[in-house]
């Protein structure tokens, strides 16, 4: 079973500033199959980046994901408001299909 | 674009049962990779099972295997998610998500459906 952990747990920043988040593979992934999601309060997750490093349909390119391996990172580049949420990280592969990081919640300084 | 229209909040007892449903608006609903993932109340987001209508394969997490059944009726495009022997524990917002392929991600969510488990 694959074991993503996300780093760090929460992240305080102002708006403006560059926001990394980390996420660490148990084992080797393919990042072919490694997503982030934003979720904020009372409404469903949002796919930013699929593919490791593809940016989803209507997502803005202050989003970038990178990394392969066991190592992955999102990177917000000058926040805006609406980006202070929970961002998850989601590998798809065996037991479970879909596993989760457990989140970074970035909030605002 | 397709949208995901999950069914309303419920309230049930510990012991019982509860069904949520996710109806999709049409175009190549039997191809979709149609998934269930919930949300407890102060927890991550966690992976329940899913279902390909065209291919009838079903897929569970082994955390909820036995106790969930997913099923999916292509007359309605509409997907359900049932989950049996609820305890409070299970109180959570259950989504479903949807992929055209697994290298793309859960591109799209519905809306959420809160289940609250209470005597």
């Known amino acids: 079973e694959i074991v993503l952990r996300q780093s760090p747990g929460t992240l305080s920043l102002s708006p403006g500033e560059r926001a990394t988040l980390s996420c660490r593979a148990s084992?080797?992934?393919?990042?072919?199959?490694l997503a982030w999601y934003q979720h904020k309060p009372g409404q469903a997750p949002r796919l930013l980046i699929y593919?490791?490093?593809s940016r989803a349909t209507g997502i803005p390119d202050r989003f970038s994901g990178s990394g392969s391996g066991t190592d992955f990172t999102l990177t917000i580049s000058g926040l805006e408001p609406e980006d202070f949420a929970v961002y998850y990280c989601?590998?798809?592969?065996?037991?479970?299909?879909?596993?989760f990081g457990q989140g970074t919640k970035l909030e605002i300084k | 674009q397709v949208q995901l229209v999950q069914s309303g909040a419920a309230v049930k007892k510990p012991g019982s049962s509860v069904k949520v449903s996710c109806k999709t608006s049409?175009?190549?609903?039997?191809?979709?990779?149609i998934n269930w993932v919930r949300q407890a109340p102060g927890q991550g987001l966690a992976w329940m099972g899913g279902?390909?209508?065209?291919?009838?394969?079903?897929e569970h997490a082994q955390e909820f295997q036995g106790r969930v059944t997913i099923t999916a009726d292509d007359s309605t495009s509409t997907a359900h998610m049932e989950v049996s022997s609820l305890s409070p524990e299970d109180t959570a917002v259950y989504y479903c998500?949807?992929?055209?392929?697994?290298?793309?991600?859960?591109?799209?969510w519905g809306q959420g459906t809160l289940v609250t488990v209470s005597s």
């Open positions: 989601q590998h798809y592969g065996n037991s479970p299909l879909f596993a």
């Open positions: 593919g490791a490093s």
């Open positions: 084992q080797t992934i393919s990042s072919s199959y």
């Open positions: 279902i390909i209508p065209f291919t009838g394969k079903i």
């Open positions: 998500a949807i992929t055209e392929s697994v290298d793309l991600g859960l591109a799209i």
């Open positions: 049409g175009r190549m609903f039997s191809t979709f990779f």
